[in-house]
């Protein structure tokens, strides 16, 4: 499976942003497969932000990001989202997407398959 993440930019804080992320390839090897937003800044490890179940039955979210941050699958589409509102400068960073090997997780080294990325950058 093929990842390409898109939406990022640079907003000022309190704005809002939507990340897409595509998958190509066997739609079977993605749909039953639960997804994932993860994100990191330079020096740091990745991080968690959201995900979701191959059904959608399933959303967590990091602290930081609850109320804010809403992560959505189109499985026809073959298509993740994370809407991101009221962005604080503190959510800046390179987001990723990914496919987990389960149904279900949130835990990165669950994942075995990412985008490239996309640079979300908040001034104040």
């Known amino acids: 499976v093929q990842l390409q993440a898109s939406g990022g930019g640079l907003v000022q804080a309190g704005d809002s942003l939507r990340l897409s992320c595509v998958a190509s390839g066997r739609a079977r090897t993605w749909s039953n497969n639960g997804m994932g937003w993860f994100r990191q800044v330079p020096g740091k490890e990745r991080e968690f932000v959201a995900a979701i179940s191959w059904n959608g039955g399933i959303i967590q979210y990091t602290d930081s990001v609850k109320g804010r941050f809403t992560i959505s699958r189109d499985n026809a589409k073959n298509t993740v989202y994370l809407q991101m509102n009221n962005l604080k400068e503190e959510d800046t960073a390179v987001y990723f997407c990914?496919?987990?090997?389960?149904?279900?997780?949130?835990?990165?080294?669950?994942?075995?398959?990412w985008g490239q990325g996309t640079q979300v950058t908040v001034s104040s």
């Open positions: 990914g496919v987990s090997r389960s149904a279900y997780s949130a835990n990165s080294a669950s994942y075995t398959s």
